[in-house]
Structure formats: structure tokens, C-alpha cells
């Protein structure tokens, strides 16, 4: 079994992980203020099927053919930055709209919800490395089965980010509203969130195996 000490550290590790801006908090107050807090709801669990297909793989040991075979990585890595990219434009172009600034879009259906949040975690590998170079650095084999312990963790990280990112579905609407009313704040919070996405592609696209 994880000691407590180790479990403590992961939790506070997983917290960060959760709480940087990426694809999936992006795309999650998007969501729930286009549709509402159900379909940011279904949105969230799709990007939670994410996580827990990474978890699988990693203790499966398929995540290390990300590194075992480059193009698997390096195709992904690619079609990762440039959805990042693609979405970094999208809250800048002309007649761009903040992603906190309520707006009329089409309804989708919840399948399609769910989709798009698997897609939008899966489509970063990094999330698989991470698992990779993360999960073995708090795994102790004198502790028992190895197995047990990744499981563990995996469902320690999949809980932080399933809580946090329900509130995050939860309090979107007012963030919104507060916004809405300050439109400069608006522009900044649109150029903000495109220069974090860009910092995020690049970083993605350049990254090391």
C-alpha cells in the first residue's frame, strides 16, 4: 500500500496539475456557459474517460510506446499543438468572442459532448508521459503490489481532477456574469488565454522525448 506520506505528496502534485490552465479547463467553462452546467457535466466526464484510459495504459505498460516508437508520439505531439493553436486563434480572431462571455451557440448532443471531452484530453500526450515519469516516482515495490499502488495514485489523480473541475462546471456561469460586465477585462482575458495556449503548443511541439 502508498504510506500516507506519499499519498499526501501525490494529492498536492495532483492539485497542480489540475489547477494550470489547459484544453481541458478551456473547453469545460466554454461548455457549461454556451449549454449549461448539464452539458459541461458530460463534457467533464468524457475528459475524466481520458484520464482513466491513460491510467489503464500506464499500468498496463502500453503508454511506453510513446517512447519505444517516436512516430506514435511524434504524430500525436503534433495533432496535439496544433489543436492548441487552433483554438489559441480562435479567441483572437476578429469577432472573436471571450470563452467567459456568455453566448448563443449551437446545442449539441450529449454523445457529442462526451466525445469532445474524451478527444480533448486525449489529445495530448503529455498527459500520457506525465503518467509515465510521474506514477513509478511514488510507487514503492517493498510496499506490495505495484499494480495496487498505480491504481491508486491514478484514482487519487482522477479525483482531484474530477472534483476540481466540477466546481470549476459550477461556479463558470457567475464567472461569466462577472465578466460581462467589465468588457476590458474580456479582451485581456481573451489575449491571456491565447498566449497561455500558444505557451502550451510550443511547449508541446518542441518537447523532448
Known sequence: ?????????FLFVSLGMVCSPGPNMIYLISRTISQGRRAGVISL???????VIYMIATMLGLSALFVTVPFVYEFVKWVGAVYLLWLAWNA???????ILKPDTLSIEPSKKLFLMGLMTNLLNPKIAILYV????QFVDPARGSVLVQSATLGLTQIAVSFTVNLLIVLV???????????????????????SVLTGLAASLAFDRR
Open 133 to 136: 515519469s510521474l506514477l513509478p
Open 1 to 9: 500500500m502508498v504510506s500516507f506520506g506519499t499519498f499526501i505528496a
Open 172 to 194: 463558470a456561469s457567475r464567472v461569466a456574469v462577472w465578466f460581462g460586465t467589465r468588457p476590458t477585462w474580456l479582451r485581456v482575458q481573451r489575449w491571456l488565454m491565447a
Open 45 to 51: 466526464l468524457g475528459v475524466i474517460l481520458g484520464f
Open 92 to 98: 483572437v480572431k476578429p469577432g472573436a468572442a471571450s
